[in-house]
């Protein structure tokens, strides 16, 4: 049974740039973003159920994980959605063929990334795992590649098919615009991007016996370098096992990324 999971965030999607000190809060750059992941998780699930998937789960997976039109997606996918579980990919195990990533985004800190940040732009300026920095799409491959399944492809703006690429080069990629700084971006027009996912997903497809699973050499060390000594105060309070490295940053040794996501 082939069986295959796609994460959505909002960020990354054609023609999404947010506006200075609101991000996505506005509501009609919300409500775009929202239409816009639909359309292109759509795109991806299709292309993988034409393609001959038996199971594809669409997670919802941008804030409270209730973003998408769950009515517009191919009724033949199924949808995760909502926040309980505090780790990645929840219901996923080593039956899966393979995941997917449409709207994600690029690490904090990376020139000309649309919206870029790893996972709280207000918390955190960088995060690293042994040494390096990481962002999300790194992190999220390496949950799934703990449990052995690949990352077969990633829909972002420019910086974040770099970024993907630059640790996994295998990766199938649709870049979705262009970022010119955190708030400006030229991008292609919102249905052609819906093309090129559905496309290329359907190669992803068919090449993904070449795909290997991305995994962090173990055991981990994670550092978080947050924006606030508050948030610094507060891992050192409320979780057991970090160690602080100066005023702003804590440090952490696990056995296994999913340890910490």
């Given at each position: 049974?082939?069986?295959?999971m ?48 038996d199971?594809?789960?669409v997670?919802d ?50 020139v ?5 940040h ?10 690293k ?5 990481v ?13 052995g ?14 970024e ?8 199938r990629t ?32 068919d ?9 962090f ?12 000594i508050?948030?610094a ?29």
């Amino acid at each position: 049974m082939l069986r295959f999971m796609i994460a959505t965030d909002c960020e990354g999607a054609a023609c999404v740039v947010g506006r200075p000190g609101q991000g996505l809060s506005h509501p009609s750059d919300y409500q775009f973003a929202c239409d816009q992941i639909t359309r292109e998780a759509d795109a991806a699930a299709r292309a993988l159920l034409d393609s001959g998937a038996d199971e594809v789960i669409v997670w919802d997976n941008h804030g409270w994980m209730q973003n998408i039109h769950y009515e517009k997606l191919d009724k033949r996918c199924k949808i995760m959605l909502g926040c309980v579980d505090e780790h990645r990919w929840t219901g996923m195990d080593k039956s899966f063929a393979g995941v997917l990533m449409v709207g994600y985004h690029s690490m904090s800190g990376t020139v000309g990334g649309v919206l870029s940040h790893s996972y709280s732009s207000d918390q955190y300026q960088y995060i690293k795992v042994n040494g390096v920095e990481v962002g999300e799409i790194e992190i999220d491959a390496a949950m799934a590649g703990e449990m052995g399944v690949p990352l077969l492809f990633v829909a972002s703006d420019q910086a974040g098919v770099d970024e993907a690429k630059r640790f996994m080069p295998h990766v199938r990629t649709v870049a979705t615009k262009k970022g010119f700084g955190w708030h400006l971006a030229v991008s292609k027009h919102p249905l052609q991007v819906v093309d090129e996912i559905y496309d290329t997903v359907r190669q992803a497809f068919d090449g993904r016996a070449k795909a290997k699973p991305f995994r962090f050499r173990r055991p981990v060390v994670i550092e978080r370098r947050y924006t606030k000594i508050h948030y610094a105060d507060l891992a050192m309070f409320e979780k057991v096992g970090w160690q602080r490295v100066d005023a702003y940053t804590v440090r952490r040794k696990v056995s296994k990324i999913s340890d910490c996501y």
